[in-house]
């Protein structure tokens, strides 16, 4: 469970609210039960159920956990809004795989518009799917979600990231399928990496032209298409197997 405050030793851990809500209503878990505290700085601990009252649960410090779980470079997955609920799966499997933030945005072939109200809507409930994925996974931190009305923004925050790459089926073809292995052997500890995943349609020229005007590197992700909700996995799973995680 994720809690608000920083780590601070105590006697013992008050939960009350939407984590107690699930610790006893949902996983009717009982005195004895032991589950992973993770404060706002990122130290994780677990702790026993010692009691249950209506409103709260108090909980013991048993061991602290020393397992580093964030990879040593954060990835923030953008992707070009794909159909239905890719981004929900997208959201859950990401942040399993280690991915630091997602960003959402409207690219050209992206099908479903979206309006002010749909879009905080739908940020709202995929933060929830990236909590309870980092909580099924013993994150260290929630991934935050971040769905932008323009692809401009996206594009802007470029110089945010110490690389920028975008998948692109096609670079496959150009001679260009080695830059994702030239990335992945040049990442280090501390990098921030964006990856830009296109939806089912992918990208168009002019989309890709202003990505590399900007500063960002294409790269081919093998042969096969894959699927817009395939590419962002196959990342982060590349990336973690390069950092030997
Ligand atoms: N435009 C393509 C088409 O319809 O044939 C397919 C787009 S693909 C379903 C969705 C996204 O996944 C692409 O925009 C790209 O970002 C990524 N992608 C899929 N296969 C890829 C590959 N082999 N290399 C790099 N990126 C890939």
Avoid at 132 to 145: G, K, T, Y
Wanted: aromatic share 8%.
């Amino acid at each position: 469970y994720f809690l608000k405050e920083p780590y601070e030793p105590k006697e013992y851990y008050e939960i009350k609210d939407e984590n107690y809500h699930h610790i006893v209503r949902v996983m009717r878990m009982s005195v004895g039960e032991r589950n992973f505290l993770v404060f706002n700085d990122g130290i994780a601990i677990l702790a026993e159920i010692i009691t249950i009252s209506e409103e709260s649960v108090e909980l013991k410090e048993i061991s602290k956990e020393s397992m580093e779980k964030e990879m040593p470079v954060q990835v923030t997955v953008a992707c070009g809004f794909p159909k239905g609920d890719k981004l929900e799966w997208i959201v859950q499997k990401g942040t399993e795989l280690g991915a630091h933030q997602f960003i959402g945005f409207p690219a050209k072939t992206s099908v479903v518009k979206w309006d002010h109200k749909k879009r905080e809507n739908k940020a709202k409930r995929l933060q929830k799917i990236a909590t309870e994925a980092a909580e099924q996974s013993h994150r260290q931190i929630v991934p935050q979600v971040h769905l932008f009305d323009k692809e401009q923004a996206l594009i802007d925050g470029f110089p945010k990231y110490s690389q920028v790459i975008v998948a692109y089926e096609e670079s496959a073809k150009q001679g260009e399928k080695g830059n994702f292995a030239k990335v992945l052997t040049a990442l280090g500890t501390g990098d921030n990496v964006l990856v830009i995943v296109g939806p089912e349609g992918g990208f168009s020229e002019a989309e890709i032209t202003d990505f590399q005007n900007a500063g960002a590197i294409l790269c081919g992700l093998g042969p096969r298409i894959l699927r817009a909700e395939t590419a962002p996995l196959y990342v982060l799973s590349a990336i973690s197997y390069q950092l030997e995680l």
